[in-house]
């Protein structure tokens, strides 16, 4: 049982226009919407991470979903769901943390609930006023491919944590203390007058585009050397798969016409965008050599909830 498996039964049996990107865009309201979860000891543990880092942390994995859709975040609702022994302490510092991500974003509601273990659902609600909404459907050939920042650095910091290790402390607050792109999101929402792809790496670069290249049946030409990382990394033999495997970056990926980039700053340029002669995928350009991965390939090494 595979997560995207899953969404696959969902999206048939509803027939909803709504499901295929990150967040559901409702022009009718002018809104975007997106819900996430994060259970203890599947997404995080309390070993390793304080209230006020998984406060932080919830926010601005569902924040970071809305900067994807191009949309401006403004409201947020939270569910939590805790064991009985669990302290006063614990939820204060958990919306101190949560209160701090959101930075101006509203907490607006919620629910409180009993449970076996910690778990977290957070809704997002972003306005898509003066913006244009971006959707992984729109990549087209010829755009170029960008990021906002560095990938694997997350993964890295999640590996260290596991082994009871705390430096380097840059990859360390990579994963407990992550940033949405939220002004990189707005330049391009705000500038863009055509349609661009847009995701986040919360699932691991490598996952983003090979997502955009299914949804817009596209191939993603990228040049390894381009993608952007922190050196620390390298400590791990496995370095390249963090880099393009290792989720919770929650950088910006997108694919843009090459004029836009006039008005932008703080990217990276990693690829292009090509026609899918064949097949539909990603093609990674390494330093001697070729290689081309299909959907598939991809979501065999990516991490799997179940």
Not at 22 to 44: M, N, P, R, W
Not at 121 to 129: D, E, F, M, V
Not at 135 to 145: L, M
Not at 213 to 225: G, R
Request: proline share 3%; hydrophobic share 35%.
């Amino acid at each position: 049982m595979k997560e995207k498996e899953l969404i696959q039964i969902i999206t048939k049996t509803l027939d909803s226009k709504y499901i295929g990107d990150d967040c559901a865009y409702l022009k009718d309201l002018g809104i975007t919407i997106s819900q996430d979860s994060l259970v203890e000891d599947v997404h995080f543990k309390l070993s390793y991470m304080t209230p006020f880092q998984l406060g932080y942390k919830a926010v601005m994995v569902n924040i970071s979903d809305i900067c994807a859709s191009g949309a401006e975040p403004k409201y947020l609702t939270i569910s939590l769901s805790l064991p009985k022994d669990t302290q006063n302490s614990f939820v204060k510092d958990f919306y101190e943390g949560a209160k701090f991500a959101a930075n101006g974003v509203e907490i607006v509601g919620g629910d409180i609930t009993g449970g076996d273990k910690v778990f977290i659902s957070i809704t997002a609600i972003g306005s898509s006023k003066n913006r244009k909404i971006s959707s992984r459907k729109n990549a087209q050939a010829g755009q170029k491919i960008i990021v906002s920042g560095p990938h694997g650095s997350s993964a890295a910091g999640l590996k260290l944590l596991l082994d009871n290790q705390h430096t380097p402390q840059t990859l360390i607050n990579a994963h407990l203390m992550p940033k949405a792109q939220v002004e990189f999101s707005k330049k391009i929402a705000t500038a863009a007058t055509s349609d661009y792809a847009m995701m986040d790496s919360s699932d691991g670069l490598m996952d983003a585009l090979s997502q955009i290249a299914q949804a817009s049946n596209v191939k993603m030409s990228i040049d390894f050397s381009k993608i952007p990382f922190d050196k620390e990394i390298k400590i791990f033999n496995n370095w390249q798969d963090l880099v393009f495997y290792g989720g919770e970056d929650y950088q910006i990926i997108a694919t843009i016409e090459e004029g836009l980039l006039k008005k932008l700053h703080g990217y990276t340029i990693i690829g292009e965008v090509e026609k899918a002669e064949k097949d539909f995928g990603v093609e990674v350009n390494y330093e001697n050599h070729k290689e081309f991965y299909t959907p598939k390939q991809i979501d065999e090494k990516l991490y799997n909830h179940f």
